[in-house]
């Protein structure tokens, strides 16, 4: 296990220690949702843990207004869902010195470690060929997302795997994890993250929400 797996996992742990009591009992859904500082910038991601309530559900489902939304995206579409920063933070959060400076060194160190980092290019390779520092800034930042979404997958196996979901909650929920830029891939993250009987109900929506568009 590397030191920022350990140190993820530890935030992870408290973040959900700290889930407010009262709620508990009505939380269904834990977000993972995935970003950055500079949205496009994959050198400095975080990781912002939150959850909705079904008591969050009724509300949007009855709060009228032009149309009626439906019932399975206001449950299961993170765009419903209250985007708290407040909550649990891992990574280079959007206020570096209080969020999780830790967590962020750490990242930092593992990707340098792994030879993913990259300062600023160049914008021509010392060839003239612009294209050349183009693709090796894309070829890196597709590992970067990867590696992130790694130890995102890995904290959400772990909050299921070592008890400490069901015995903040009282049971197993699913851990949704997203990146607002990449919509679409939620569902291969979700079934990575959770185990089958847990993320079920999502999946058939996120799926069934696919074909729709596809048709």
Not at 18 to 35: C, D, H, K, M, Q
Not at 79 to 104: R, S
Not at 152 to 168: I, N, P, Q
Request: hydrophobic share 35%; net charge negative; charged share 30%.
């Amino acid at each position: 296990m590397t030191a920022f797996q350990e140190h993820t996992r530890r935030v992870g742990e408290r973040t959900l220690e700290a889930l407010p009591v009262p709620l508990r009992g009505e939380i269904y859904v834990i977000s993972f949702r995935i970003w950055r500082h500079d949205s496009f910038d994959r050198r400095h991601p975080y990781l912002a843990i939150g959850y909705n309530t079904e008591s969050e559900v009724r509300r949007v489902l009855g709060g009228g207004g032009g149309g009626s939304p439906d019932p399975g995206d206001v449950r299961w579409s993170y765009a419903y869902w209250p985007l708290d920063e407040t909550t649990g933070i891992v990574g280079h959060g959007p206020e570096p010195a209080t969020d999780d400076p830790a967590g962020a060194a750490l990242h930092l160190a593992e990707i340098k470690e792994l030879g993913l980092w990259y300062e600023e290019l160049d914008p021509e390779d010392g060839n003239g060929n612009e294209n050349g520092a183009r693709e090796e800034r894309e070829a890196r930042d597709k590992l970067l997302v990867a590696h992130f979404d790694d130890a995102c997958v890995d904290l959400a196996r772990h909050l299921h795997t070592s008890g400490k979901l069901t015995e903040v909650l009282g049971r197993p929920v699913p851990i949704v994890p997203f990146d607002m830029y990449r919509a679409g891939y939620e569902p291969d993250l979700a079934e990575a993250a959770n185990p089958p009987e847990v993320v079920a109900d999502y999946l058939a929506w996120a799926r069934a929400r696919a074909r729709a568009r596809e048709e």
